[in-house]
């Protein structure tokens, strides 16, 4: 598993259900209008243009009421399953599948390798716009991937055949891959050092937490290695880099900003501190719609935060909320009653968890960047089982447009993924002794409507024929 346009929200959208329904009167685009303008020809030269009123439509049959998504395929794998732009991966990335069949295609499969050289983790590379490539094999796709033995390889989507491969170093564990510039440069994050049991109780603390590799991608070059230290961080229990930034987190629910550019100096805010009571931290990374903005995500909000220029001073930024995403619960604070020996009634006051799983709490905030949609998967503990919810909001304005119920059951101890990608949903979960399990959800439109959509577009094709014959 992250265009500047303008916010007219400037703050967050009060009361937890008001953020979910939209103010004023909105016109709803036609669908049949733009299908039958499309039929006609209206978008045969700007292919752009044609791309956009498709993924438009697309949009609109998502999230109108009678769309609905159904579990169309189940698979398990003793490995590790993972998703990427249509494809499927398999046995640690080695076989990759395709997911846009109404069947599972095999694309190919790699060769067996020992488990000390397989696939860790990896990230989609595709071809930038408009620059002049050495290869005629760098115009297409590839897997830009890290393996267990400490190398980077770039990997042909279409037939799995090695590209590229770069050696990072013997001294530390690189386990994760993310992207700091999308499609340009790549942070590669190692594991973080643990200080063995003779050296805690001999009193030694390992200062050095982790280790941050920054690359050029096509061809891959070093542009440096940053080592997270506590000693001139804190005592800090995580870092990431996105977007030229170094996201710094602590225990306490702080979180720091710097950057290489001295950002320490010239932001306004930029310590973000999310007032939550929970057993698992809350996380920040810049949104992946190139906006600028940022998201800070905890168990009952999703915040949306902007980056702008301090008035009468440009040299200078601040960090406000665009808008912010509540779950949906009732009050925090339950009221208990117990009976004392003597028979007297008490009532206690317990503040539960932001997180407690018997509360509506959000596990994974996505972005589907063709259709401009924030999915957010919601979970609440109800009985003995969890149950998942997928949310569509608008990207925009966070209005919530679409919620989409997931069939099977939730368990919040195990680890979980979801993807939202045009007209599919995916949910991979991992479960106990490595079983990993897939369950493809397919958009499915009443037919119904689609019958009364194809008559309305039939009706106005022959009328514009009709019109063109006198």
């Not at 329904?21 to 243009?49: H, I, M």
């Not at 069947?103 to 067996?112: A, D, G, S, V």
């Not at 942070?187 to 050029?216: D, P, T, W």
């Not at 949609?373 to 919810?389: K, N």
Request: aromatic share 8%; proline share 4%; glycine share 4%.
């Amino acid at each position: 598993m992250a265009t500047v346009v303008p916010r007219r929200t400037e703050g967050a959208l009060g009361p937890p259900r008001s953020a979910c329904v939209p103010t004023g009167s909105t016109r709803k685009p036609n669908v049949c209008l733009r299908l039958s303008r499309r039929a006609l020809g209206f978008f045969a030269r700007d292919a752009g243009v044609g791309l956009r009123t498709n993924l438009s439509i697309l949009r609109e049959l998502v999230c109108q009421e009678s769309t609905t998504f159904k579990n169309v395929w189940t698979t398990h794998s003793k490995t590790p399953i993972a998703y990427e732009r249509g494809r499927i991966y398999f046995n640690n990335y080695r076989c990759c599948v395709s997911s846009v069949a109404t069947e599972p295609r095999k694309l190919y499969e790699m060769p067996k390798c020992p488990k000390s050289e397989k696939i860790e983790d990896a990230l989609l590379w595709e071809c930038p716009v408009g620059e002049v490539l050495a290869k005629p094999s760098d115009y297409k796709s590839s897997l830009i991937a890290l393996t267990a033995h400490n190398w980077l390889l770039r990997i042909s989507t279409a037939t799995g055949k090695i590209l590229e491969e770069v050696y990072l170093a013997s001294y530390c564990k690189f386990r994760y891959l993310s992207w700091d510039t999308p499609q340009e440069v790549i942070a590669v994050k190692s594991a973080q050092n643990k200080s063995s049991a003779v050296a805690r109780q001999a009193g030694i603390q390992q200062s050095v937490l982790l280790y941050l590799a920054v690359f050029h991608v096509l061809p891959f070059s070093l542009i440096g290695i940053l080592e997270i230290n506590k000693k001139i961080f804190g005592n800090v229990t995580d870092a990431t880099l996105s977007h030229g930034i170094l996201i710094v987190m602590y225990s306490s629910g702080l979180i720091r900003l710097y950057s290489f550019q001295a950002i320490t100096e010239q932001a306004k805010n930029g310590i973000q501190e999310m007032e939550c009571c929970s057993l698992e931290s809350d996380w920040i990374y810049f949104h992946p719609d190139a906006s600028g903005r940022i998201i800070h995500v905890g168990p009952d909000q999703v915040k949306i935060l902007k980056l702008s220029e301090v008035e009468n001073n440009s040299s200078q930024h601040q960090i406000s909320e665009d808008f912010v995403i509540w779950a949906n619960r009732e009050n925090k604070n339950e009221n208990l009653f117990t009976v004392t020996a003597s028979g007297r009634v008490v009532k206690r006051n317990v503040n539960l968890l932001d997180d407690d799983p018997e509360q509506e709490t959000f596990k994974i905030v996505n972005y589907e960047d063709e259709l401009d949609l924030l999915s957010l998967v919601a979970v609440t503990q109800i009985d003995a089982e969890g149950r998942a919810r997928l949310d569509f909001h608008c990207n925009e304005h966070g209005t919530l447009l679409k919620s989409i119920p997931l069939v099977e059951s939730w368990d919040v101890t195990y680890s979980h993924e979801v993807y939202f990608d045009r007209d599919l949903v995916l949910h991979i979960e991992q479960k106990p002794n490595r079983v990993f399990s897939l369950y493809v959800y397919q958009m499915i439109c009443d037919p119904g409507e689609e019958e009364e959509e194809a008559e309305a577009v039939e009706e106005i094709l022959n009328r514009s024929c009709s019109k063109k014959v006198r």
